[in-house]
């Protein structure tokens, strides 16, 4: 069993949409928690970063923790085109920093 | 600033034969991470630099080594390239510290034949 488990999808939704991407996992030592967003071709980059539970929000996104679950959520309100994309959740405990991420969710937006 | 680069862009290699990945880094970070990602597979960590001077194993260390040349600089070397290292491969670098962020490059697009 993998560390940390995501849906790959794909994921295919109307302009506008409420989209929600998931991750759980299964070491209790994780305490931080990432999602990088992937453009095709392209390097991830860094999009929501959360310690410990609880929910953040950034704009249109909003990433949320619960802990007592081993459960990670992103959630995009009037999700865009440009938001068609890779979504990786990663996460973080150990003293060397090394991120674990989950294997991406390929979200593609619809005009 | 360029960030993170990477050099080269594509190669096309035949079994058994090697090469290097080159990996730079101008924001004066410490760590330094090599990446290889398939599908499917998320990304998985090759070998990290949590410092210059230091190199450690990842979850797939095995056909590759690394070198912390300076600061700046970590390359990933394939001493006999092998069908099943055919991937895409990415460097990130982190400051240090509590800063967990870690900044990628565009990646490094290996076919083994």
């Known amino acids: 069993q993998k560390e940390v488990e995501q849906d790959p999808g794909p994921l295919s939704v109307p302009e506008g949409a409420i989209v929600s991407l998931n991750c759980t996992y299964s070491?209790?030592?994780?305490?931080?928690f990432m999602w990088y967003r992937q453009y095709s071709r392209k390097g991830p980059e860094l999009l929501m970063y959360t310690y410990s539970s609880g929910n953040k929000e950034d704009g249109r996104f909003t990433a949320q923790v619960d802990k007592s679950s081993k459960y990670i959520s992103l959630f995009i309100r009037d999700s865009q085109p440009s938001d068609s994309a890779t979504y990786l959740c990663?996460?973080?405990?150990?003293?060397?920093?090394?991120?674990?991420f989950g294997s991406g969710t390929q979200l593609t937006v619809l005009p | 600033n360029a960030g993170v680069t990477q050099t080269p862009k594509f190669q096309v290699l035949k079994t058994g034969q090697s090469m290097t990945l080159q990996c730079a880094q101008d924001?004066?970070?410490?760590?330094m991470y090599w990446y290889r990602q398939d599908p499917g597979m998320g990304l998985r960590l090759i070998y990290y630099s949590a410092s210059e001077g230091t190199t450690d194993k990842g979850e797939v260390p095995n056909g590759y080594n690394v070198s912390r040349l300076n600061k700046r600089e970590f390359s990933l070397r394939l001493e006999s390239a092998a069908p099943s290292q055919t991937s895409v491969y990415f460097c990130?670098?982190?400051?240090?510290?509590?800063?967990?962020?870690?900044?990628f490059g565009p990646g490094t697009r290996l076919t083994v034949l």
């Open positions: 990663a996460m973080s405990g150990g003293s060397a920093r090394q991120l674990t």
């Open positions: 924001m004066n970070h410490n760590s």
């Open positions: 070491n209790s030592a994780f305490q931080y």
């Open positions: 990130a670098s982190r400051v240090a510290g509590g800063q967990y962020e870690q900044f």
